[in-house]
């Protein structure tokens, strides 16, 4: 059973269009970068975060919990994060 969504990745195809966007129009203020494909944005419940990091990567051993990434029925890729307790 899903109880809260801690994070939410959207794969841009334009990065610096995506920013521009969430940035300028909706406010959010990026919380931390890791070079010049993912920026996050940690929000009140949760966090939002932009890529342009394809499909193979896999997140790394420092992601802050457990991740896995599955394909949904129609053969999207869905990741799914544990975060870690406090």
């Known amino acids: 059973m899903i109880k809260s969504i801690a994070f939410t990745m959207y794969s ?3 990065l610096a269009r995506a ?3 969430y940035e300028r129009l909706l406010e959010l203020h990026p919380s931390r970068e890791f070079g010049s494909a ?9 966090t939002f975060a932009l ?5 193979s990567r896999i997140p790394g051993a420092d992601a ?3 991740m ?3 394909l949904d029925s129609e053969g999207n890729a869905l ?3 544990q975060a870690k307790t406090a």
């Open 51 to 55: 890529t342009t990091t394809a499909e």
């Open 38 to 46: 993912w920026i996050e944005y940690d929000l009140e419940n949760g």
């Open 79 to 81: 990741t799914l994060h």
């Open 64 to 66: 802050g919990g457990a």
């Open 19 to 21: 920013r521009d966007f």
């Open 12 to 14: 841009a195809a334009d």
């Open 68 to 70: 896995a990434v599955v």
